[in-house]
């Protein structure tokens, strides 16, 4: 089996599901409730007020749609932990790779194994799970799959920040998520607008924000339409970002399920899994 992980349905469906990973790190904050924005607050406050309730977030339960550069269209199911330590357990589907487009995700101790495809078995050996142990290889080994924990690893409330960088936040109306009563806010940041907005905060959260911009870069988007559904308790129920990347469209929506409920996620048994490492080690010696 080649260790570049051939372009087939194993690699498109790997791609797809380290690019979700990617984008799931982008998640915001969560919450239930009525929207009663107070008529005092401006449409910049009451992101800001968002914004800033999303520090109190450890754990997350969210659905993910929308389309993603080079991947095509996308949707996932996902429960992420970020205190005190970081897991994640995800299903998504490539919509556009038929059924070769489906798979699981589990992040846990800062290793990434993707599994669940018929076809990723037909190629590993009969092992339905392929790791990626974040520890062990080098950046160039690990690609994408590098850039997707990296991400995976910062709070993924982070970037509900970024709407407060926005020059024209606007409240365009109430509006019901799943069920829930929100206010939803709009407005479009640019990269450099999106640093000067951190530029005074502390130093790990500038850096945090500055690791989220920069993944942007790379996509080639330099500019970002941002929507945020705010609910009665001053937290995001739902986030979309829309943007133009160099090899195609970004446009994804976050709505979120729960939030602060424990997440337990196991790594899948030893037996089922096919570790990259040690197939780089194996390649190597021979």
């Not at 087939?8 to 979700?20: K, N, V």
């Not at 037909?122 to 950046?139: C, H, R």
């Amino acid at each position: 089996m080649g260790i570049s992980v051939r372009r087939s349905a194993r690699s498109r469906t790997i791609g797809a599901g380290l690019a979700a990973v990617a984008l799931a790190a982008g998640a915001v904050s969560c919450s239930k409730g009525a929207s009663e924005e107070s008529p005092k607050m401006t449409p910049a406050a009451a992101v800001a007020k968002a914004a800033k309730n999303s520090d109190d977030i450890t754990s997350l339960h969210y659905r993910m749609t929308g389309e993603y550069p080079e991947q095509g269209r996308i949707k996932a199911e996902a429960s992420m932990r970020m205190k005190p330590t970081v897991a994640m357990s995800m299903k998504m589907t490539a919509l556009d790779q038929g059924e070769d487009g489906s798979a699981e995700i589990r992040l846990v101790d800062k290793a990434m194994y993707i599994g669940g495809n018929a076809e990723m078995a037909k190629e590993m050996d009969g092992k339905t799970w392929i790791k990626f142990d974040m520890s062990a290889l080098s950046e160039q080994e690990l690609g994408a799959g590098g850039a997707a924990a990296g991400q995976a690893e910062q709070n993924p409330a982070a970037e509900s920040t970024f709407l407060t960088g926005a020059k024209d936040v606007k409240q365009v109306g109430t509006e019901k998520v799943d069920g829930v009563e929100t206010t939803h806010y709009t407005g479009t940041v640019t990269l450099d607008s999106l640093r000067d907005s951190f530029k005074d905060e502390d130093k790990a959260t500038r850096e945090q924000r500055e690791k989220s911009v920069e993944q942007y870069e790379k996509m080639g988007v330099d500019k970002l339409t941002m929507d945020m559904w705010i609910d009665g308790e001053d937290k995001t129920k739902q986030f979309r970002m829309k943007g133009d990347a160099d090899k195609g469209a970004l446009d994804m929506t976050i709505t979120f399920l729960d939030y602060n409920k424990p997440v337990t996620v196991e790594a899948p048994p030893a037996k089922e899994v096919m570790d990259l490492a040690e197939m780089m080690k194996e390649l190597q010696s021979s």
